[in-house]
């Protein structure tokens, strides 16, 4: 019973795709969001912040500021930003 956390997840995002949108909106010198969560501050704790991005986005309980669900995780407008280079 093995069971990687990523098979148990009703939506496969692999992990190397929340990664390499993480690099595209750092390469586009991504702005603070509505939290005013820079780039900067968000890689303080980047590892911790990259898994919560993904294990949200992949079990189905993220919802991005702007797609009239409102923001009911509490994530910050810079992962909001974050996620939407994924894909």
Known sequence: MSESKSQAKPF???KSMVWEAYQRVKA???????????VGQFEQDL???LYR??????????FAAG???G??????RGQDS???HCG
């Open 53 to 62: 991005l993904w294990n949200r986005m992949s079990s189905g309980s993220y």
């Open 12 to 14: 496969d995002i692999p």
């Open 47 to 49: 590892k911790n912040n």
């Open 71 to 76: 923001n009911p995780e509490g994530i910050g």
């Open 28 to 38: 586009n010198k991504g702005a603070a969001g509505v939290d005013g969560q820079s």
């Open 67 to 69: 797609e009239g669900r």
């Open 82 to 84: 974050r996620s939407t």
